[in-house]
């Protein structure tokens, strides 16, 4: 992440401005991790083994965190917010994506090609998205090697996806993290 400005969002936003996280992270390279989880689910009926991204933290530096707190967008007001509310991104793709603010558009490029590509098909078929599959295809990636800036995809709740800042005891950034069905306690 080259400008250390965070976007924690879908990669196929069409309308509107990104979200761009308020706190800012030092440029550099900052890996991310995912947090499963596994329980057998009935559905009509039938048993299945089911497996979900349950968080998805982006570690900025090592250390413990010790507190959470919502990741407010450039322009969001704490103050305005009422004991409840929650902040975050809408998707109706089940995809959120960390991607550096400044080298967005073109990190998003395939994610807007490919659903050209899907309105101007004249029959129906795989169309293919110019991304690199990781961690066993569960994922997607974009490098700008340009920029030196990455997006990653993951797995994102359907609706809103609340962002949250994970801080150590003295208020240091530790961790970005966004959770999945499962809630939070799959950050700690």
């Known amino acids: 992440m ?3 400005r965070l976007v924690v969002d879908t990669p196929w ?13 030092p440029p550099g390279a900052y890996g991310v991790d995912v947090a499963w989880t596994e329980a057998p689910y009935e559905f009509m009926d039938e048993y299945f083994s089911g497996r979900e991204v349950a968080a998805t933290p982006l570690s900025v530096r090592e250390g ?20 409840g509310d929650e902040v975050g991104s ?13 080298a ?30 990781v961690g066993g295809a569960e994922f997607a990636m974009v490098r700008d090697e340009v920029r ?6 993951f797995s ?11 801080r150590a005891e003295e208020g240091e950034l530790i961790s970005i993290g966004v959770m999945g069905h499962m809630g939070m306690e799959a950050l700690a």
């Open 64 to 83: 413990t965190v010790a507190v959470w707190e919502m990741g407010l967008a450039a322009g969001e007001d704490i103050e305005r917010l009422r004991q």
């Open 104 to 133: 967005r558009p073109a990190l998003t490029a395939p994610f807007r090609e490919f659903w050209e590509q899907r309105r101007k098909a004249t029959a129906p078929g795989l169309v293919s998205r110019d991304t690199e599959s």
């Open 90 to 102: 809408n998707t109706d793709t089940s995809m959120g994506s960390f991607a550096d603010a400044t």
């Open 13 to 25: 936003l069409e309308d509107g401005e990104p979200r761009e996280l308020a706190v800012r992270v």
């Open 156 to 166: 994102a709740t359907e609706g809103l996806s609340v962002a949250w800042l994970g």
């Open 2 to 4: 080259p400008s250390g």
């Open 148 to 153: 030196g800036a990455d997006l990653i995809t």
